[in-house]
């Protein structure tokens, strides 16, 4: 089975302030990682995605994670924040042995605070 | 361009009536796929395809049905034994399954009135 979480419903940060928005994944095997943003009445795009090699992973519009293998983690970061970053964060798994199916969180809307 | 088409944005479904979303993707996508977005719920895969002619259910299949005649082409039927069909539908496609990043279109939002 895998499973991913996303703890907190909405994470506020002021505009330039750096921001993090936490995933933690559950999987057998290794892991496939992936983070979406939705903006209102939209689909999903894709910012980035861990396969393999450096833990940190850089992304579009400034976005980076780092994936931590000992805490089953992989955190969404940005240095500054945007108000136009103001969305909707999905965090998504997928195991590298498991059967062809992702699996996403439940999402984290960020607001940033002019 | 290339993209993925939801088509139509907005649908409203009487009791009892079946309903097709329509998902087209000129990406040269092999995987498709069709989610369903409810609030607080994240996204809940109902069907994916890998390949034409081919379709697995998801976690939420019941109720609904598709069919992939084409490698452009994925449609979602939204069948009246799908009790709670009000929800925002998600179709994406990627290049060769899970393991490569989704490219998602705009969404259909479906009531029931």
């Known amino acids: 089975a895998q499973s991913v979480a996303q703890p907190e419903d909405q994470v506020n940060v002021a505009e330039g302030n750096p921001l993090t928005v936490k995933c933690t994944y559950s999987?057998?095997?290794?892991?496939?990682l992936f983070w979406y943003v939705q903006y209102p009445n939209r689909g999903l795009q894709f910012l980035l995605k861990?396969?393999?090699?450096?833990?940190l992973v850089k992304g579009s519009y400034g976005f980076e994670a780092e994936f931590n293998k000992s805490q089953t983690s992989f955190h969404l970061k940005k240095p500054s924040a945007l108000v136009s970053d103001s969305a909707l964060y999905f965090c998504?798994?997928?195991?590298?042995?498991?059967?062809?199916?992702?699996?996403f969180g439940i999402g984290t809307k960020l607001q940033v605070i002019p | 361009d290339g993209g993925i088409t939801q088509s139509p944005k907005y649908l409203f479904r009487k009791e009892g009536q079946n309903v097709t979303l329509s998902c087209e993707q000129n990406?040269?996508?092999?995987?498709m796929y069709w989610y369903r977005q409810d609030p607080g719920q994240g996204l809940r895969l109902i069907y994916y395809?890998?390949?034409?002619?081919?379709?697995q259910k998801g976690d939420i299949a019941e109720g609904y049905s598709v069919s992939r005649e084409k490698k452009e082409s994925f449609p979602l039927t939204v069948t009246s034994a799908q009790k709670n069909p009000t929800a925002f539908y998600l179709c994406?496609?990627?290049?060769?399954?899970?393991?490569?990043?989704?490219?998602f279109g705009q969404g259909t939002r479906l009531t029931v009135v």
């Open positions: 861990y396969i393999t090699g450096d833990n």
């Open positions: 998504a798994v997928l195991s590298s042995g498991g059967y062809q199916k992702v699996t």
């Open positions: 395809s890998q390949i034409v002619n081919d379709f």
């Open positions: 999987v057998s095997g290794n892991p496939y």
């Open positions: 994406a496609s990627s290049i060769k399954g899970a393991r490569t990043e989704a490219f």
């Open positions: 990406l040269n996508h092999d995987a």
